[in-house]
């Protein structure tokens, strides 16, 4: 019974962990995204 | 707001199962026949259920993008797949534990194990799928497609153990007219149903958030090649 509670949980956990991941991946994205398009936006 | 629900829905879904625990392990007494593992139901049905119902969802949303153009409803359909797929892989391995203990194998190529890992192996193409096509428009119609075909395997799953003899049990929860659980052990099935659904909920809306962050990444690259 144990087995199956800490596979279930395990299975939960690993995917929040990937989910923070992609999360702050996304996030170094935006901010660098964000860089780039206000350095072309800056005049010449 | 959002954080707020969050937050919300994260201290329902912790008190639910906190009680729930204390009910599987200290209140109830063993199964006649089974002894102790079959309180591995309690977490198998309900990630099962939300599975079915996330893939469910996940294709009407679909649907709804197809006729609106919305791309918000693509990406709930998105959202809610991705996270039905932790929901199923938990039904599936969480069964398996079971049989292996119950029947002596790991697997069994029965009618509802055999759809169920079809119906798992189909969304996680579906995922795969929306990985390779870059344009957003043709990515969600290809992605509903798939969505209809895999939730057809789901609706097949469901019914197979009322339409085949299988080696999985026929169905047990009243409200299938199953009615093989004893009065009392039954109810901390819905409970840790609505537990996992508030956890479900809260790995949507956090996927959603995700989805929002990328399609504004996608606008300022459109804006800065523009220049």
């Given at each position: 019974m144990l087995y199956g509670l800490t596979a279930a949980w395990l299975i939960v956990v690993v995917y929040v962990v990937l989910l923070s991941l992609r999360d702050r991946k996304l996030r170094k994205e935006l901010d660098r995204v964000r860089r780039m398009v206000e350095t072309a936006e800056k005049p010449k | 707001m959002r954080t707020k629900i969050i937050l919300l829905l994260a201290i329902v879904s912790a008190a639910l199962l906190a009680w729930n625990l204390q009910t599987i392990f200290l209140r109830l007494p063993d199964e006649l026949n089974q002894g102790a593992i079959y309180r591995i139901i309690y977490f198998h049905v309900p990630a099962n259920i939300l599975g079915m119902t996330g893939f469910g969802l996940g294709m009407l949303f679909s649907l709804v993008y197809l006729v609106t153009k919305n791309l918000r409803y693509d990406a709930l359909a998105e959202s809610l797949t991705e996270v039905a797929l932790v929901f199923a892989s938990i039904g599936l391995v969480t069964g398996s534990i079971w049989a292996r203990i119950i029947w002596g194998v790991w697997w069994a190529w029965d009618v509802r194990l055999t759809s169920w890992l079809v119906c798992w192996l189909i969304f996680a193409g579906y995922l795969m799928l929306r990985h390779a096509i870059e344009e957003p428009i043709q990515r969600a119609k290809f992605a509903a497609v798939v969505s209809v075909f895999g939730t057809v395997d789901a609706y097949i799953s469901y019914k197979s153990i009322e339409w085949y003899r299988n080696q999985h049990p026929?169905?047990?929860?009243?409200?299938?007219?199953?009615?093989?659980?004893?009065?009392?052990?039954?109810?901390?099935?819905?409970?840790?149903?609505?537990?996992?659904?508030?956890?479900a909920a809260i790995l949507v809306i956090v996927r959603m958030r995700q989805q929002g962050i990328a399609r504004e990444?996608?606008?300022?690259?459109?804006?800065?090649?523009?220049?």
């Open positions: - | 026929a169905p047990v929860l009243s409200i299938r007219n199953g009615g093989g659980m004893a009065p009392g052990m039954e109810a901390p099935i819905w409970w840790n149903l609505l537990a996992l659904t508030c956890l990444i996608d606008t300022l690259r459109r804006t800065a090649h523009s220049y």
